[in-house]
């Protein structure tokens, strides 16, 4: 059994430097490291890291291309350099638990049924009981996301594999072959949903073998570069929530289960409003609907 990791990166050398180190300290080393950097010429750190590799054995393929846009590019992009059995997908500001790749491996050799897993995430933030209520209402149907139900029930009785609806693309890990099956959507540039949207189509192909491995723990630091401002967020969520329901065209619910999202993101744009004082969160809500309503999907 061999693995490789990806690692999506742009302008964050010191990140990648971290989580390189991290994964050169695993008890089981990866077989390849594959960097899609999209980074300016002046943040690059592939002299670096090459370096790194060579002194551990460990193949890296550094590719570094400005060209690239977006996160599912890059993930798309790697596909063709990945020679392992399986293919590991790691946000670049992620820190691993030197034991993870090799509680990784025991689970995949235990249950070769799982096609994709995700480990734990040791210091993701505490929600509280509202904000809890309220996913779990607004998510079912197409939306449906057990993932955080799942790691609150984990205990140390649980160490065995949970099967969830849906992984996390930052700290996924998944069997060479779904490849073959499911290609990542890289017409319609989807971002906050993208983990989504993939495992959508992988279950749809594998029934229930997607899969949390609870002995695996890393740690994901949320690096502020590159990343959305909550106003941003608030409106592109509700794009994508447009997306996914125009590209899957799932009517069980009669579209019940779109309309109850939305209106739970309407919720969660008045509570940002009144909590901060800025209307601007309603405005880029319904900013977000209208252009969520005119966008056109391209079927993949």
């Known amino acids: 059994m061999t693995f490789s990791i990806v690692i999506p990166t742009k302008n964050r050398p010191k990140e990648l430097v971290t989580v390189f180190d991290s994964l050169l300290a695993q008890t089981r080393l990866p077989d390849q490291i594959i960097i899609i950097d999209q980074s300016c010429p002046d943040k690059v750190t592939k002299d670096e890291l090459t370096i790194l590799a060579e002194k551990a054995n460990v193949t890296l393929n550094y590719i570094h291309d400005e060209s690239i846009t977006g996160l ?33 491996e025991q689970a995949l050799t235990a249950y070769p049924e799982m096609i994709g897993v995700n480990g734990v995430i040791l210091n993701a933030p505490e929600e509280g009981f509202l904000k809890r209520l309220i996913f779990q209402l607004t998510h079912f149907g197409l939306y449906k996301d057990n993932r955080q139900r799942v790691i609150r029930s984990l205990n140390v009785k649980k160490v065995e594999p949970q099967a969830v609806d849906a992984l996390s693309g930052g700290l996924s890990t998944w069997h060479k072959d779904v490849f073959k099956t499911v290609v990542f959507d890289t017409e319609n540039k989807f971002h906050a949903y993208e983990d989504k949207e993939f495992s959508i189509r992988i279950e749809r192909a594998f029934p229930e073998q997607m899969f949390i491995v609870p002995s695996a723990k890393l740690y994901h630091y949320h690096a502020a570069g590159n990343r959305q401002s909550l106003l941003r967020r608030t409106e592109n969520d509700v794009v994508e929530v447009w997306m996914l329901f125009k590209k899957n065209g799932n009517f069980n619910y009669l579209g019940l289960d779109f309309v109850v999202l939305l209106f739970g993101l309407f919720f969660n744009a008045l509570l940002l409003s009144l909590k901060l004082f800025n209307l601007n969160f309603l405005w880029n809500y319904f900013k977000g609907f209208n252009a969520g309503r005119k966008k056109q999907i391209i079927k993949t």
């Open 72 to 104: 599912v590019q890059a993930k798309a992009a790697s596909i063709q350099y990945n020679y392992c059995d399986y293919i590991s997908f790691f946000d670049d500001d992620i820190v691993h638990e030197p034991d993870y790749l090799a509680v990784i």
